[in-house]
């Protein structure tokens, strides 16, 4: 009995097949994926492949059963099948759905981390159905991403619909329908798996790769530039309303309109991210667990908020951290929509940073400077908030 690890992680049962057996197994040895990468349980899982077949050995040496009987008795193994024409139950999608899941499980042991495997499984089982891994295609993978985007929106909640089936669901043609970013996530989910299948050879290629629906119309409906009178109205409203007054609504409004900071990144501020360099104040953002890689990066601090006091904002010796970053931003864009706008093509910290990227860009900075200012990693990140907005308001 020998097992090792293949480059993946896994362990495989591997063993000369007895001369006896031969005749029976038709192959010089065997090779078995335990599929785990947990040495305990292989050698447990291991030590069982290998009683059996020295109980196969021995009645095919000590000649008890025919031919016939022998082959059924080598049958009755699943891990010696023979594999030809149709796929053996092990390469369902059930079957090793189920392995997958079993390793994830040592991941996490949060419910609601595995809540979202079940539910692509489940959508998977009925829109193409429990076959072969070997044999889901480009054309399976299209069909359910169409199925799971006519799906009505909350079908799973909504009353209406517990006593329909999922085909009955799409059947309905529903005008409020899944949103494109629910049917992805299901479609990220199908890809880690088959990603893991073909990584341990199961499958010689992923069929759901790159089959993700783009969302075309998000950046140019969404988180436009904020208008000049709009601005003009939020100025005068961080001037005299008591609600926007509070200190932390205060300096996060500040900060994103003269910096460009996202809201996570200046929620994260603390006293130490303000450093001087030549005689120039700016947040120095690397070092932390941002959206991207560029995301770490160093912005000056503009001469308005130096004025405004920010040294004092982020002394050592008084700051106080903000506690809940998902209330804070609730409540921001709960105030904006309720006191400047409730126009939802304006979001009220991100359209500060297409505000910010066009007066760069008016004052006649470097396209460069300004995507490394913004923390873009991508090319097309920079050209979408340059092209989502119309031109910059006056200087």
Known sequence: MLYHSASGGFFYFLRRTPKVLMPFLKKQEIRVSLRTRDRRLARKVARGYSAQLNHLQFLASMHVYDTARMEMEVAKLPFLHHKTGKAASEDRFSALYAMFLKEKRTESKDPRFMEKFHRAEKLFLAFVGDKSVKEVTFQDIYHFRDCVGKLPRFYDRKREYKHLTLE????????????????NRHLITLNTFFNWLEHHSVIPKNPVRRMGLPRKTFAHTLRKAMPPDLLEKLLRTLASDADFQ??????????????????????????????????????????????????????????????????????????????????????????????????????????????????????????????????????????????????????
């Open 168 to 183: 009955q669901l799409v059947q309905l043609n529903a005008t409020d329908r899944t949103g494109v970013g629910n049917v």
């Open 246 to 395: 509070e200190p932390d609504i205060w300096w996060t409004f500040l900060i994103a309109m003269l910096s460009g900071l996202r809201f996570g990144e200046i929620v994260g501020l603390r006293p130490a991210d303000l450093k001087t360099a030549d005689g120039v104040l700016f947040f120095d953002l690397t070092g932390k667990t941002l959206k991207t890689h560029a995301s770490q990066r160093q912005v000056p601090v503009h001469s308005i908020l130096v004025d405004l006091g920010i040294m004092y904002r982020y002394r050592p010796d008084s700051f106080t951290p903000v506690k809940n970053s998902v209330y804070l931003g609730y409540k921001i864009t709960r105030l904006f929509r309720l006191r400047i706008s409730p126009d939802k093509t304006i979001t009220p910290l991100h359209s500060f940073r297409h505000l910010f990227a066009f007066r760069l860009r008016a004052a006649g900075v470097e396209e460069s400077l300004i995507s490394q200012c913004l923390g873009h990693t991508l090319k097309r990140d920079h050209e979408s908030i340059l092209k989502a907005v119309s031109p910059p308001p006056p200087t």
